[in-house]
């Protein structure tokens, strides 16, 4: 019997028509910034030509409002009538406003079904900036303020061999991290960042022409290397930027939610601000501090040896003495090296004045100033007996870099350049005067002591001795040379004292090296006036490895690189910072 009932049943069961359910509403949509404005989409399934109503509200109450129109009236809750095509299905469009940060779920109800979507709303409160070891950037010392970063590759990535790639070292040298803090700490939620060339903080017309506004730096643009992504699981959007290359190129990364803010968002002065003047506020986006590019030079220091054959060793040959002067020729000239010296033809008229005719011994021994020298006949003062006619006399110009008595400076050192003005790794202007063009120096390239001439060759270049050459013209490692030189070419060495032409420093044509000339220095410069100074004379030419004459001209205002060494100071004005900063490398 009961075998029999179960057979009936099942048959039963079959002869029931399957019913095909109706397919489940849907919800969709994004994330939302705090005070901007989405488009949700209501997917619903109902019968041709019938019209429901549904319920669409938020729970909790009060992070989103809702609307129809993307500019009308937002409340809490909205009530759409939903009319169904010959499909059977709609797609209906509404919006929806943050308004406070933190989870809420958006729910529409219809009279037979339900979807339901999480919406996360948020702001960016923070954006910071670190390097690539997370270590925060050093606070910009100079005008604008902001942070700096040192774009420069660690000597220990360079060699003397080759310069560096284009990419790579010099990449990760110029590359900041950027990390935007959310208010809920949302993991997964969508950040847009942007980089904005913003206002350089100068006044002066001639290195920022342009005013206030931005887009006024001089190297590679920034570049986000991420400019969208989503919050990881700490709740921190990130990116990564490369910086601008130049020195004093600045830049300021914004950070939003909201993708559409770039569009309205322009730079004025050292801000980021609305199209229409407005700030940019909290709710919409941060903008990060300042970043400034520094640059630093790498510096490779040489000076020559010891002097020696500065002294003329003689022996008189006739002498003539009238009215308290004396006139002396002289014969078998060597200079201290023992190299013969022809009076007449290797000295120039006047070489000798100022200087010292020395008897070592016998009759007429002791000192006499010279007057003056003329086709190997000395004129001194005071009277010289004529018994002193073979005696072996000793011959110097003025030359006295070593201090003391005139001596030809025999055995002392050639000092090496006083780069006092230039300190090492100061970015303050009063200490490096090159820090004006957000340049930090550093002396870390070795250096020593190279052959000494006791004039140096008019093409300089000759006598260096650049272990770092490689890197000459390289705009990925920026390094210099300098070198402490005796004094230059004859008849530029200020011997006579009446020479129209006297250098105290030089750079090359070739922008290689720059020389200074410690004698002339010392005979010419005045040591507390401006350039003028051994310092002054040193920056100055450093400073034009990084353009030619022209381009480091001083518009006649008396700056470090006037070239007039008793107008100049140790300020760089407009055109100079403007050739400085623009330049690829020194």
């Given at each position: ?20 359910a109706?397919?489940?509403a ?6 939302l ?5 989405r ?6 399934f ?11 509200d938020t ?6 409002s ?24 709609t797609l ?18 219809g009279?037979?079904?339900?979807a339901?979507l999480a ?23 100079a ?6 970063k ?8 360079a ?22 803090t ?53 709740g ?8 601008p290359?130049q ?7 914004v950070?939003t939610c ?27 986006g941060?903008?990060?501090?300042m970043?400034?590019t520094?640059?630093r ?28 002067v ?15 010296v ?18 070592s011994s ?28 073979g005696a ?6 003025d ?9 030809g400076?025999?055995?002392d050192?050639?000092p090496?350049p006083?780069?006092s ?9 009063s200490?490096?005067?090159l ?9 870390d390239?070795?250096g ?7 004039n ?26 300098l ?28 922008n ?27 920056a100055?030419e ?9 381009d ?24 100079s910072?403007r ?8």
């Amino acid at each position: 019997m009961m075998r029999r009932l179960l057979a009936v049943a099942v048959v039963a069961a079959a002869l029931v028509p399957v019913a095909h359910a109706t397919p489940a509403a849907a919800l969709t949509g994004d994330p939302l910034c705090i005070d901007t404005v989405r488009s949700y989409t209501l997917q619903a399934f109902g019968s041709p030509g019938q019209t429901e109503q549904w319920l669409i509200d938020t729970d909790p109450l009060g992070l989103v409002s809702l609307s129809t129109s993307p500019t009308g009236t937002y409340t809490d809750s909205l009530l759409l009538n939903v009319t169904y095509p010959s499909s059977g299905t709609t797609l209906v469009t509404f919006f929806g406003k943050g308004v406070v940060s933190g989870t809420t779920t958006l729910t529409a109800d219809g009279p037979f079904s339900q979807a339901s979507l999480a919406i996360d709303v948020d702001r960016v409160t923070a954006v910071d900036i670190a390097d690539l070891d997370d270590i925060g950037l050093a606070a910009n010392p100079a005008a604008g303020g902001g942070v700096m970063k040192i774009t420069d590759v660690d000597l220990a990535d360079a060699s003397q061999g080759a310069p560096l790639p284009a990419t790579g070292a010099f990449d990760d040298a110029r590359t900041v991290k950027i990390k935007a803090t959310f208010e809920n700490g949302t993991t997964g939620y969508p950040v847009y960042f942007k980089a904005f060339d913003v206002d350089d903080p100068s006044t002066d017309a001639t290195l920022d022409p342009n005013g206030t506004d931005g887009n006024d730096n001089f190297g590679t643009p920034a570049q986000v290397v991420t400019p969208s992504t989503v919050t990881d699981a700490d709740g921190f959007g990130r990116t990564n930027v490369k910086l601008p290359t130049q020195p004093g190129d600045n830049i300021k990364v914004v950070a939003t939610c909201d993708p559409f803010l770039f569009n309205d968002l322009v730079v004025d002065g050292a801000d980021v601000v609305h199209t229409d003047g407005t700030p940019l506020e909290s709710d919409d986006g941060i903008a990060s501090d300042m970043v400034t590019t520094w640059r630093r030079l790498h510096v490779e220091v040489d000076h020559m040896a010891p002097v020696e054959g500065n002294q003329i060793i003689a022996t008189i040959a006739s002498v003539s003495s009238r009215r308290g002067v004396s006139k002396v020729s002289l014969t078998g000239a060597i200079d201290s090296t023992n190299a013969p010296v022809n009076l007449a033809t290797q000295t120039d008229a006047g070489e000798f004045e100022n200087g010292l005719l020395t008897i070592s011994s016998g009759v007429g021994a002791g000192s006499y100033p010279v007057i003056g020298n003329r086709r190997g006949t000395i004129s001194v003062t005071g009277s010289i007996p004529a018994g002193a006619v073979g005696a072996q006399v000793r011959l110097v110009d003025d030359d006295n870099v070593g201090g003391g008595s005139l001596d030809g400076d025999e055995g002392d050192p050639v000092p090496a350049p006083d780069t006092s003005l230039l300190a090492a790794g100061s970015t303050s202007p009063s200490a490096n005067v090159l820090a004006q063009a957000y340049i930090v120096v550093n002396y870390d390239l070795g250096g020593g002591e190279i052959p000494f001439p006791l004039n140096s060759p008019s093409d300089a270049t000759t006598a260096y001795q650049y272990d770092w050459i490689a890197h000459d013209n390289d705009p990925n490692f920026w390094t210099a040379y300098l070198l402490g030189a005796y004094q230059p070419a004859r008849g530029d060495d200020g011997d006579p004292d009446s020479d129209r032409r006297v250098v105290l420093g030089i750079t090359d044509l070739a922008n290689t090296g720059s020389v200074t000339f410690a004698e002339t220095i010392r005979d010419r410069a005045d040591p507390v006036f401006g350039i003028c100074s051994a310092a002054g004379i040193v920056a100055h030419e450093l400073a034009h490895l990084f353009g030619d004459t022209a381009d480091l001209r001083d518009d006649g205002n008396g700056g470090l690189m006037s070239t007039s060494c008793g107008a100049g100071t140790t300020t760089l004005v407009g055109t100079s910072l403007r050739s400085i900063r623009s330049a690829l490398h020194p």
